[in-house]
Nanobody
Framework: QVQPAESGGGLVQSGGSLRLSCLAS????????TGWYRQAPGKQRELVAV???????NYADSVRGRFTTSRDNAKNTVYLQMNSLKPEDAAVYYC??????????????WGQGTQVTVSS
């Protein structure tokens, strides 16, 4: 079991910055990758950024160049630095950690989400 917990959301003006944190507890050695997802009202949850245990990183096109994800292994924490925020970035942001078990079965673990609000 892995328990991700997000923090750092809040209200920011358009063009501003926020940093989200995802602290993972539990069987963190088994994590294959940690990702940031977001869901705005009336929209589907979408992947924003992901960092693998090997350090590979990918971003959604909509945030590439503005958002940066990183990992501090000593603190069991993954960060999402969000710069040049736009009103369309407003959403509940979720941290996801997954591991692959026997027979390639994927197990997903989700945090409770943190609200990001961007005022225009």
């Amino acid at each position: 079991q892995v328990q991700p917990a997000e923090s750092g959301g809040g209200l920011v003006q358009s063009g501003g910055s926020l940093r989200l944190s995802c602290l993972a507890s539990g069987s963190i050695f088994s994590i294959n990758a940690t990702g940031w997802y977001r869901q705005a009202p009336g929209k589907q949850r979408e992947l924003v950024a992901v960092i693998t245990s090997g350090g590979s990183i990918n971003y959604a096109d909509s945030v590439r160049g503005r958002f940066t994800t990183s990992r501090d292994n000593a603190k069991n924490t993954v960060y999402l630095q969000m710069n040049s925020l736009k009103p369309e970035d407003a959403a509940v942001y979720y941290c996801n950690a997954y591991r692959t078990g026997d027979w390639g079965i994927r197990y997903d673990y989700w945090g409770q989400g943190t609200q990001v609000t961007v005022s225009s």
